[in-house]
């Protein structure tokens, strides 16, 4: 058997993606894969050799490969790397196939993968080289007349259950102020329709809540139940293939694609991108977070910061305010003509000045007060003696 120190980069490559699939980490396995095999055609293409002249390739041990400079370099070939229209690789594209890399080198350095065998490599060159940032997609602002036109395409979908399943999720996330992970983990028995509540289970931090929803969004959510269907709850097990096995304890959730299968994060984002086509708007126009963001902004001029506190389930207050964009210029301008003081002082003369002259009815209505409750002196009454005669 090769000795695990002259594995090559292929085989890692590809036992690192078996590992994942009995991990059942089959997400992080598709997704990695393709980014992965990016790099190994890397390899075989940039000519890399070491100093003494040996050419660097996929078949080359990954020990020769972990150099901090090659991984620079395939960071640089990424960032240069185009889309099909022509357009760069967004900076959490490029962060992708970084990420991909760091695991990857995290399974080979780590020996409980490669026991009783020493594993490939014993130091972890990729770590240390710095990615390009982390840019906030969910971050830019989203008007609500973008929301208003999505909740519209998604009320003129054909297939009844699927419009009724949109209409649905746009109330949950727009009114309940639910993050992605929290409205994928809701099941039936979180609505609560006489409390008019959501039950959240998987909240961020670990926490449970109650969310407050107002009556259109439990119109929406009956009506997709009455839609919905069966849904056996499950799990699903790798023979040979995936099969789905039944089992009564797993949750009943409230969103499902089909019989077996329940809505997940890829069919949150294929049915956003279905909405945005249908109201033609470009991809990433709207996401999820985005709702949660546009509806805090619009509780917070209504509301007051502390809704907007409530509405998004926040701790610190200072977690709240950075929800919150800057004045635009147009904005300022309407906020300091609002407030400016000439304004108010024309205003202020313009205005009829309050009568100071009393009405006589209505003085004549007014109940006399006695000196004595003025003073705050008991009333008393003072007999008056009759001279005698």
């Known amino acids: 058997m090769e000795r695990s120190l002259n594995v090559s980069v292929e085989q890692c490559v590809n036992r690192f993606l078996r590992w994942l699939r009995i991990m059942r980490r089959g997400s992080s396995a598709r997704t990695w894969a393709p980014r992965l095999r990016v790099f190994l055609a890397f390899l075989d293409t940039e000519?890399?050799?070491?100093?003494?002249?040996?050419?660097?390739?996929?078949?080359?041990?990954?020990?020769?490969?972990?150099?901090?400079?090659?991984?620079?370099?395939?960071?640089?070939?990424?960032?240069?790397?185009?889309?099909?229209?022509g357009s760069p690789l967004h900076n959490n594209a490029q962060r992708?196939?970084?990420?991909?890399?760091?695991?990857?080198?995290?399974?080979?350095?780590?020996?409980?993968?490669?026991?009783?065998?020493?594993?490939?490599?014993?130091?972890?060159?990729?770590?240390?080289?710095?990615?390009?940032?982390?840019?906030?997609?969910?971050?830019?602002?989203?008007?609500?007349?973008?929301?208003?036109?999505?909740?519209?395409?998604?009320?003129?979908?054909k297939?009844?259950?699927?419009?009724?399943?949109a209409v649905a999720v746009l109330q949950i996330l727009s009114q309940g102020g639910l993050r992605r992970r929290e409205l994928i983990g809701l099941e039936v028995c979180d609505f609560n329709r006489d409390e008019k509540t959501l039950h959240v289970r998987?909240?961020?931090?670990?926490?449970?809540?109650?969310?407050?929803?107002?009556?259109?969004?439990?119109?929406?959510?009956?009506?997709?139940?009455?839609?919905?269907?069966?849904?056996?709850?499950?799990?699903?097990?790798?023979r040979r293939g995936w099969h789905h096995v039944p089992d009564e304890s797993q949750p009943d959730y409230l969103f499902t694609h089909s019989l077996k299968r329940h809505l997940g994060t890829t069919g949150i984002?294929?049915?956003?991108?279905?909405?945005?086509?249908?109201a033609g708007f470009t991809k990433d126009s709207i996401r999820p977070h985005q709702i949660r963001r546009c509806q805090a902004?619009?509780?917070?001029?209504?509301?007051?910061?502390?809704?907007?506190?409530?509405?998004?389930?926040?701790?610190?207050?200072?977690?709240?305010?950075?929800?919150?964009?800057?004045?635009?210029?147009?904005?300022?301008?309407?906020a300091l003509r609002s407030v400016q003081i000439e304004q108010a002082n024309d205003e202020h003369h313009s205005a009829a000045p309050p009568s100071t002259t009393p009405d006589p009815e209505r003085r004549a209505q007014r109940p006399r007060k006695s000196h004595a409750r003025r003073c705050n002196l008991p009333r008393r009454r003072i007999a008056i003696e009759k001279p005698n005669d």
């Open 47 to 85: 000519g890399l050799s070491t100093e003494d002249g040996t050419l660097i390739d996929r078949h080359s041990p990954m020990a020769l490969v972990n150099n901090d400079e090659i991984v620079s370099a395939f960071y640089a070939a990424i960032e240069r790397r185009q889309k099909p229209d």
């Open 96 to 157: 992708q196939y970084g990420h991909a890399c760091r695991a990857l080198w995290s399974y080979c350095c780590d020996g409980k993968f490669w026991a009783p065998q020493s594993p490939p490599i014993t130091w972890n060159a990729c770590a240390p080289v710095p990615m390009v940032h982390h840019e906030r997609s969910h971050r830019k602002p989203v008007r609500f007349s973008v929301l208003a036109a999505v909740y519209d395409a998604a009320k003129r979908i």
């Open 159 to 165: 297939d009844p259950r699927v419009s009724a399943l």
């Open 202 to 238: 998987h909240a961020k931090g670990g926490k449970l809540r109650y969310q407050k929803i107002d009556d259109v969004c439990c119109a929406a959510i009956d009506r997709y139940l009455s839609l919905r269907g069966e849904y056996i709850r499950g799990r699903w097990e790798l």
């Open 269 to 278: 984002t294929r049915l956003f991108e279905r909405l945005e086509r249908s």
């Open 297 to 334: 902004s619009r509780i917070n001029i209504v509301a007051g910061l502390k809704a907007a506190q409530e509405y998004l389930d926040h701790d610190d207050l200072r977690t709240t305010i950075e929800y919150f964009d800057r004045a635009t210029p147009e904005e300022m301008d309407d």
